[in-house]
């Protein structure tokens, strides 16, 4: 395994504009998660997929954000029209299916975005 | 909705000691996991270890374990023989039906030589 990757590491963007992420999850993994980090927090769930498949998002994801993962593989997340309280560590994570239970979510080392 | 509280926004060990993170949560769930995971500054998150609520028996992993209660809803991490590289936050996390974590606002653990 490779691990879960995200690009880009880090974004900064200007108020307004719109950003896009794109998290590759652990190989076979079906399901993935999107969280976001604010400072001296723990991450908040965004919305996750099981295969191409979206099964809950939070009320934190307003129509601004969308997310997709169209064939099963990578996911991407999409801001419109950023705010400056979009600045976050967007945080993607993969389990796999063969788990009994609640299956470990393995996560990614994050995206960075600071909106000026 | 379920929570999950930690208490101790910093906590400090020296090398070699040991010390105790603190987690108490709230759910309403019979069947639930637990976990203590560690976020080394700029680096990413990795599991520490999990819990099976039905599970009476706490986890261990070499130098960490847990005391889980699950009557009084209190989950703490252990960590044995402290090491620098323990250094860093960790974030007590629930897992249930949603299918999604819920964690904590994390503890920073500092680790004097």
């Known amino acids: 395994d490779t691990g879960v990757s995200q690009n880009p590491r880090h974004k900064i963007t200007k108020r307004g504009q719109n950003v896009t992420f794109r998290c590759d999850p652990i190989?076979?993994?079906?399901?993935l998660y999107w969280y976001r980090q604010t400072l001296g927090q723990g991450p908040e769930f965004l919305t996750y997929?099981?295969?191409?498949?979206?099964?809950?998002k939070s009320r934190l994801l307003s129509d601004r954000f969308s997310a997709e993962r169209p064939k099963g593989s990578f996911s991407t997340l999409e801001i419109q029209r950023t705010e400056q309280g979009d600045s976050a560590m967007y945080l993607c994570?993969?389990?796999?299916?063969?788990?009994?239970?609640?299956?470990?979510?393995?996560f990614g080392p994050g995206t960075r975005l600071t909106v000026l | 909705a379920q929570t999950v509280t930690q208490s101790q926004p910093e906590m400090s060990v020296q090398e070699a000691e040991t010390v105790t993170l603190s987690c108490t949560y709230d759910?309403?769930?019979?069947?639930?996991?637990l976990f203590w995971y560690k976020q080394p500054p700029s680096r990413q998150m990795i599991l520490v270890i999990r819990?099976?609520?039905?599970?009476?028996q706490n986890a261990t992993e070499n130098r960490f374990s847990v005391n889980f209660q699950k009557a009084a809803k209190s989950f703490s991490l252990k960590i044995s023989d402290s090491q620098l590289g323990d250094a860093a936050m960790y974030f007590c996390?629930?897992?249930?039906?949603?299918?999604?974590?819920?964690f904590g606002k994390g503890t920073k653990l500092s680790v004097k030589p």
């Open positions: 994570a993969s389990s796999s299916p063969g788990t009994s239970g609640f299956p470990t979510q393995y």
């Open positions: 190989s076979e993994h079906n399901r």
């Open positions: 997929f099981q295969n191409e498949a979206q099964l809950e």
């Open positions: 759910t309403s769930e019979s069947d639930y996991y």
């Open positions: 819990q099976e609520a039905y599970k009476q």
């Open positions: 996390a629930y897992g249930g039906s949603q299918g999604n974590l819920i």
